[in-house]
Nanobody
Framework: QVQLVESGGGLVQPGGSLRLSCVAS????????MGWFRQAPGKEREFVAA????????YYTDSVKGRFTISKDNAKNTVYLQMNSLQPEDTAVYFC????????????????WGQGTQVTVSS
């Protein structure tokens, strides 16, 4: 069983930056693809970014391209999400998950979800 723990969320002003971390423990799949999703109040969970097992391929939703960067350190069983130029519409709970099968863009393709970390962008 894999356990994922996200951290790094918080309150930041528009234009600011945060770096989220997701540490895997237990039967951590160091060679697995990973993803970040987010869920705002009253909205469905949506894809943010994904990274393949080697870390060489990355995927982003259009709204975060050029602002967010996903990376992973297999030796540390950790995946990161560097978020720059944050905007109020980025406010959400951010979750990481392990890719199982299927398209990276759908939450149903992922499992072993973490508990999430709150990101609030407000002045």
């Amino acid at each position: 069983q894999v356990q994922l723990v996200e951290s790094g969320g918080g309150l930041v002003q528009p234009g600011g930056s945060l770096r989220l971390s997701c540490v895997a423990s237990g039967r951590a799949p160091s060679n697995a693809a990973m993803g970040w999703f987010r869920q705002a109040p009253g909205k469905e969970r949506e894809f943010v970014a994904a990274i393949n097992w080697s870390g060489l391929l990355t995927y982003y939703t259009d709204s975060v391209k050029g602002r967010f960067t996903i990376s992973k350190d297999n030796a540390k069983n950790t995946v990161y999400l560097q978020m720059n130029s944050l905007q109020p519409e980025d406010t959400a709970v951010y979750f990481c998950a392990v890719h199982r099968s299927g398209s990276y863009y759908y939450s149903r393709s992922f499992g072993s979800w973490g508990q999430g970390t709150q990101v609030t962008v407000s002045s």
